[in-house]
């Protein structure tokens, strides 16, 4: 992306979760499962605090109730500062998409997926 | 200030790896022919009381060893089952072993199983100890183990509750049989012989 000294930046993470399964929600609304969630390292640029899209409540053979998950292909918005003290030229800030998925019959161990923005502050 | 769009594409490929196991027929009790089960691994691992389970102490029971993990939705279905299993067959020779995958270890694990009421022994699985069982890719994951530790019956992903008992009672009653056929056949001892010879 290509952004001035000073500048508020959103950019869209679009996640598409493997058919057939399922991630949980930043607010899963239960103590033992792992929310999504979007961490960065520190940069050049600040992020904000990321919006996560709105989840799905869904009930699945194995949940007593309706579990908040998030499904197919979804997007993450996330802000930057741009601090009017950044100096100019390229740069990156990297960070990682926490996840937990699970199908109807079966959960994979939590993981994250590394995610990369590369930066021209003008 | 200004606010600009800018688009990033990250796709999570997640899960593609485990579609096959998740394939596999596990709606139906299937124990493997006895000839035919290998060894389970063994393993030795601190429970939740702090106290040593090793694996082949079990040996002479048939066991239900669970993999599971507290953020794992279907295993939460089966650990009520397990509770009510380990109550009903206990007495006829049949232990539960959970093996916790939570990377976040007891501290994750022991409110859970207060939580529910867990009557069963717990141990926390490790890297090395998964891998002697395959890895343990997905939760929940459950072998069903023979009187002689073998391995009669593996299940990925949530079974029924009819399955693991169809299983649990069919190895029960094996060993059953088989004791019974040992006191028919088996010599008696002197001293009844001496006593029945007067």
């Known amino acids: ?122 | 200030m200004r606010k600009l769009k800018i688009l990033m594409a990250t796709v999570l490929a997640i899960g593609l790896f485990s579609c096959t196991k998740t394939d596999e027929p596990t709606g139906a009790a299937k124990l493997k022919a006895e000839h035919t089960r290998n060894e389970a691994a063994d393993f030795a691992l601190e429970d939740a009381n702090g106290q040593t389970l090793k694996l082949s102490d079990l040996r002479g029971k048939v066991v239900l060893l669970n993999f599971w993990a507290t953020w794992c939705g279907p295993c939460k279905v089966e650990i009520p089952w397990f509770i009510e299993m380990e109550r009903e067959f206990k007495d006829q020779g049949f232990a539960v072993v959970g093996v916790s995958m939570d990377e976040d270890g007891w501290k994750a694990v022991k409110p859970f199983m207060q939580d529910m009421k867990v009557n069963y022994r717990m141990v926390l699985g490790t890297e090395e100890m998964a891998q002697l069982y395959g890895g343990v890719e997905a939760l929940p994951t459950s072998y069903v183990l023979d009187r002689n530790g073998k391995v009669a019956s593996v299940h990925m992903g949530i079974v029924s509750r009819k399955v693991f008992e169809e299983e649990i009672r069919a190895l029960l009653e094996a060993k059953a049989t088989a004791a019974a056929a040992d006191v028919d056949s088996a010599p008696l001892p002197v001293g009844m012989v001496a006593a029945g010879a007067n």
């Open chain 1, 1 to 122: 992306m290509a952004a001035r000294r000073g500048d508020s930046v959103t950019v869209p993470v679009t996640v598409t979760v493997a058919n057939g399964y399922h991630v949980t929600s930043a607010t899963p609304g239960d103590r033992y499962l792992k929310p999504l969630r979007l961490s960065w390292e520190k940069g050049s640029i600040s992020p904000e605090a990321p919006r996560y899209p709105k989840a799905v409540l869904r009930s699945y053979p194995f949940s007593e109730g309706k579990l908040s998950v998030l499904e197919g292909t979804f997007v993450i918005e996330q802000d930057f500062r741009i601090p009017t003290t950044a100096g100019q030229g390229f740069g990156a800030i990297t960070g990682k998409l926490h996840y937990q998925a699970c199908t109807e019959k079966e959960c994979l161990p939590p993981a994250s997926l590394p995610v990369r923005l590369s930066y021209d502050i003008r």
